[in-house]
């Protein structure tokens, strides 16, 4: 059981936009620690996503985007393309300063 | 950028050791945290535990607490996992990942901004 809940899958077609959810609770993020995302490409290491919530590193297109509000979060992705096909992951803190994952969220590009 | 080699993973036994092993190269190594992550066979990631530049302050997992060692040599640019007494369910691909500091307003925070390949650990008699 994950500290953070993601829904385990979402889909869209090319071209669409899709969101996935990272909820926390008050020991977490809703105590404000901030939330990163990582996508994992099947078969590949992780790579780093949006950090501090809403940045994105040197590399990362603009389709994808972070937010936070609460005890959740959030990361868009628009002008979906098949290659963004991958598992995604949210992380952030616990009060006890632990780093804490999400279970992780398939997307599938139909 | 920074590059990240695992080495040391394999098979062993319940209640065995292994040592873990990650080459950095790129940057200089003792300026920044050190983590390890690990994904279990088709399961989500799981971080392990963490270690700062100076070594001086380390954090694990209530989950390898007591069983795993992290450490690191920045002489020789290499982050450890030293893991005892070792289950079944510490069978997984072990990460590991530079972190960087991301300045929140409650806090300072790290975030995992590159990954090694990872190395299998398999557990099992």
């Known amino acids: 059981q994950s500290v953070l809940t993601q829904p385990p899958s979402v889909s869209g077609a090319p071209g669409q936009r899709v969101t996935i959810s990272c909820t926390g609770r008050?020991?977490?993020?809703?105590?404000?620690?901030?939330v990163h995302w990582y996508q994992q490409l099947p078969g590949t290491a992780p790579k780093l996503l949006i950090y501090g919530n809403t940045n994105r590193p040197s590399g990362v297109p603009d389709r994808f985007s972070g937010s936070k509000s609460g005890t959740s979060a959030s990361l868009a992705i628009t002008g979906l393309q098949a290659e963004d096909e991958a598992d995604y992951y949210c992380?952030?803190?616990?009060?006890?300063?632990?780093?804490?994952f999400g279970g992780g969220t398939k997307l599938t590009v139909l | 950028e920074v590059q990240l080699l695992e080495s040391g993973g394999g098979l062993v036994q319940p209640g065995g050791s292994l040592r873990l092993s990650c080459a950095a190269s790129g940057s200089t190594f003792s300026s920044y945290a050190m983590n390890w992550v690990r994904q279990a066979p088709g399961k989500g990631l799981e971080w392990v535990s963490a270690?700062?530049?100076?070594?001086?302050?380390?954090y694990y997992a209530d989950s390898v607490k007591g069983r795993f060692t992290i450490s690191r040599d920045n002489s020789k640019n290499t982050l450890s996992l030293q893991m005892n007494s070792l289950r079944a369910e510490d069978t997984a691909v072990y990460y590991c990942?530079?972190?960087?500091?991301?300045?929140?307003?409650?806090?300072?925070?790290?975030?995992?901004?590159?990954w090694g390949q990872g190395t299998l650990v398999t557990v099992s008699s």
């Open positions: 992380q952030s803190y616990d009060n006890s300063l632990r780093r804490v």
């Open positions: 270690i700062s530049g100076s070594g001086d302050n380390i």
């Open positions: 990942a530079k972190a960087s500091l991301w300045f929140g307003e409650l806090m300072a925070q790290y975030y995992f901004e590159y």
């Open positions: 008050s020991s977490n993020i809703g105590a404000g620690f901030d």
